[in-house]
């Protein structure tokens, strides 16, 4: 390969890598533009999308271990075991993998009727969106937020939160952050 041809090449190489960067950040900050949050509602419906944990975005998701929520999560697999996603625990499932066997349990932040991280700037974004009027709406937040999670800052932050809730352990793993 010629001068002129590297020079092209690692110039498109460079371009490509910018790009896929800027897109990277852009899509993270359209998740919270995208999807609004709903108006505050107590009906039956809404109550109801309460009992199962919504999700937070990695970046939620970080900001609530960093503020003492760890030990109050649990690790959703998808079904095809590409990628995992932590999420507000299912009452009596925390630090775990989320079982079904505790599914009809509901949100460990859901307390009679109220969840304790509305107004707190923790709770999830598939929860502050999720809304009556929004019937149908939910699914494509819901993917969106699933793409998120398919990142390295996903599989760090898993990483890091198995680390210190003792989650890898109990499991006979150990895991090195990098």
Not at 58 to 76: C, I, Q
Not at 152 to 172: A, C, E, P, S, Y
Request: include cysteine; hydrophobic fraction near 35%; glycine fraction near 8%.
């Amino acid at each position: 390969m010629n001068f002129y041809a590297r020079k092209v090449f690692l110039n498109y190489i460079c371009i490509t890598i910018k790009l896929h960067l800027q897109l990277e950040f852009s899509t993270k900050m359209n998740l919270r533009e995208k999807y609004q949050p709903s108006e505050p509602c107590s009906c039956q419906i809404c109550k109801n999308y309460c009992l199962r944990p919504g999700w937070w975005t990695v970046d939620e998701a970080e900001k609530a271990v960093e503020s003492g929520l760890a030990n109050r999560m649990m690790l959703e697999i998808s079904p095809e075991h590409d990628f995992g996603v932590l999420s507000p625990a299912f009452k009596g499932n925390e630090s775990n993998y989320a079982l079904q066997i505790f599914s009809n349990n509901g949100c460990t932040f859901y307390i009679h009727g109220f969840c304790e991280l509305f107004g707190t700037g923790l709770q999830p974004l598939e929860c502050r969106f999720c809304h009556h009027d929004r019937k149908g709406l939910g699914l494509q937040c819901h993917l969106d937020i699933e793409k998120d999670w398919k990142t390295k800052q996903g599989q760090k932050l898993i990483v890091k939160w198995g680390n210190m809730t003792g989650f890898w352990q109990r499991q006979g793993l150990k895991f090195e952050e990098k």
